[in-house]
């Protein structure tokens, strides 16, 4: 199997504030074709440390990329010292420099004379033409070693590497590919995720798997090396299959889908609509579940009760349960869903009222402590979850408790 | 000024899905105290990799951080391979392994033989206790480098960082600390901001400057090493002084505060109210404003019309403007702020209408055109923008824009 590194270039990537991202979309694209990523490197536009990145890793690795640094200015290196540390030459083309100058009257400017160091390339690399910017890549392949030369943006890189690159990797990569499924899991920990379903995965020594808990829920990544793309979808299916009968409606989904993603497939399944009542949440659910394209078909209204005036006036909340129940409690809860669904006349509502701190907890209801309601057309009903985490972690853990509490709801109705 | 490289170690760090964030942590921490982080390599569970990485590292920089790879089992390799990189032995302490049982019991458990790997410290180190987990930390000073090695977890590497290695970097560091400003600014690109604030920065040579473009704003990020902490304040409140002298109301933060933190700041120091409509954003302007601790104090309510029959129903849209003018148009979005204002009583209300596609164009109005709508006590108003994007950035600018139209709306009354 070939090996891959992959260096981002640029001083603003070891700021706090920056980090590189393009490495991650290149990993997938080179597990996809079975290339493995080996190591990653950040360097800032420093001309030693960026050449022996360049030549360590042409030494240790198959395959080679690099992203940024290409543009006109003295902070950009990457030609010149990725051809010293290639113990290359750069090549001025005239051509380039004319479609250059070209671009730039087409954008109604005159080519600052700075660009021209665009025009020169590492003798012997195939240029990569960039649609999409004034920095073209470079393709080389020395000693049996590929190495990829891109700009840093990702909207510039990505159609590079998928036009130009991908398949002379495709290529020497052979014919094994990479197939994945990541399962996502509610409702349970990391460990007892990993406790019910090893005595599945242990059975497929060539398949890989990983627990990882990410935010509110686990996922569980499995995949595998093959040179047969049929057969390891099916091993995947089966064993998918397997764990989905081991731990039943816990699994949200075997296909990677967000949670936001398979509630509105069982919704427009079922052509049934949903509204959303949310307090400590603020619009989140809303937020989420309209992120997903085609969400108007289900998703009718939305309302961010915030304040106790807006509970009453626009949800119908009955004064009396707020004084006496509080806006944090199951009462609240269910009239918030109930109100909801009467306003808005959908098939289904949910509700969130919760305490997402740093402030306003006590001892009875703690920081974190949620409140989660359904209505639908004949019956509430509510569910009391006490979150971890920050002001932040508890509002997307109430929203993904308040969706998949949906979701089951609706497996049950099926 | 002293340079530091950081390692992430971890397999799963070179997936698609994970990437290192302690990086970014550690580098606003050193960048605090005046060190600039000149590489940052991550790097698997490799034998051969690490070791060189190790290796090149603490040839290149004087301080060298790494994390991860400190746990328990068969691929946890930092401990055996740093100490041979550093050509230095482990030693084992009975100690440690004594306290490691200790906590298990804690936890009801007996420890299991494999975390008596964990006992294993590198000859010389002094030991980093972890009151958050197994793993404890190293710190070396060899030749005058310093090495640093922590376990991967955020929790736990932090507080072992701040604690243990923090005041020992800053005596190394010497007196020199740097200051940071982040200005961020609206309504303007990233080469305009260049073009009209580059006289005044290039009068301060001393200050680094970068001007970045991030999702819905322009960055202008100042830092200034020093040894004077308050001369260093001055002279970054004197630049951002100039830039707000020259560019206005368009800079909308000189903290660096998010577009959501800045409109509940001014809301709250008038005292004032809002509520929000929004049909194309979803709910994500409601969950921005309502991210801000303490929100609750000027945000009332919002109300997500996705459907015209929610517009009609709770906002009040006459029928006749969905009809003449369609959803998405300048009369809707006047109609939903004035309908949300009235409903809920705020001081103000924004609203936004829009067509975040991927559907849903047109060749009048294209996937990215959004109406943005206000009204206050006597009056409402509306601008119309075209987004560029796929759906999620032209979602998150819509919301960006609804806010800071707000924001300037609340400058012009004051």
């Not at 990702?154 to 590919?177: S, T």
């Not at 304040?307 to 009955?318: F, I, Q």
Request: charged share 25%; net charge negative.
């Amino acid at each position: 199997m070939l090996s891959a590194e992959i260096i981002a270039i640029g001083s603003e990537l070891l700021t706090p504030e920056r980090s590189d991202t393009n490495s991650l979309w290149l990993t997938q694209k080179l597990n996809d074709i079975g290339i493995e990523v080996k190591l990653k490197t950040i360097v800032g536009d420093d001309e030693a440390r960026l050449e022996e990145t360049i030549r360590d890793a042409v030494k240790r690795s198959d395959i080679v990329i690099t992203t940024g640094g290409l543009g006109p200015t003295e902070d950009d290196l990457t030609r010149q010292v990725s051809a010293r540390a290639l113990n290359k030459t750069l090549e001025y083309h005239n051509d380039l420099e004319v479609h250059l100058r070209a671009r730039f009257r087409a954008w109604g400017r005159e080519m600052p004379e700075i660009n021209k160091r665009q025009a020169y390339i590492i003798e012997g690399a195939d240029i990569l033409p960039n649609p999409n910017g004034s920095a073209v890549g470079m393709y080389l392949s020395v000693d049996g070693k590929h190495i990829a030369i891109f700009p840093g943006p990702p909207r510039e890189m990505q159609p590079m590497f998928e036009n130009h690159v991908f398949d002379r990797l495709k290529v020497a990569a052979g014919d094994v590919i990479v197939k994945r499924r990541v399962l996502k899991i509610s409702g349970m920990g990391e460990s007892a995720v990993d406790e019910a379903i090893a005595p599945i995965y242990v059975t497929y020594p060539d398949v890989q798997t990983s627990i990882l808990f990410n935010k509110s829920e686990v996922e569980a990544h499995l995949w595998l090396r093959s040179e047969d793309s049929i057969q390891a979808d099916a091993t995947l299916e089966e064993i998918a299959q397997k764990i989905v009968g081991k731990l039943g409606t816990a699994v949200f989904s075997i296909q990677g889908e967000s949670m936001e993603e398979v509630v509105g497939r069982l919704l427009k399944k079922r052509g049934e609509t949903l509204s959303v009542a949310e307090s400590c949440t603020g619009g989140l659910i809303g937020s989420r579940l309209t992120d997903v394209p085609g969400s108007s078909a289900y998703f009718i209204e939305g309302v961010v009760s915030y304040s106790n005036t807006a509970k009453m006036r626009t949800l119908n909340v009955p004064e009396a349960t707020l004084q006496e129940f509080g806006a944090v409690s199951a009462e609240t809860a269910a009239a918030m869903a109930e109100g909801m669904r009467d306003a808005a006349k959908t098939d289904h509502s949910i509700s969130v009222t919760g305490i997402a701190g740093p402030d306003g907890g006590s001892d009875e209801k703690p920081v974190g402590t949620v409140f989660v309601g359904y209505a639908n057309g004949g019956r509430s009903k509510t569910m009391k979850i006490v979150l971890p985490g920050d002001r932040y972690l508890i509002r997307w853990r109430a929203s993904q408790a308040a969706l998949d509490y949906l979701r089951r709801q609706l497996l049950k109705a099926t």
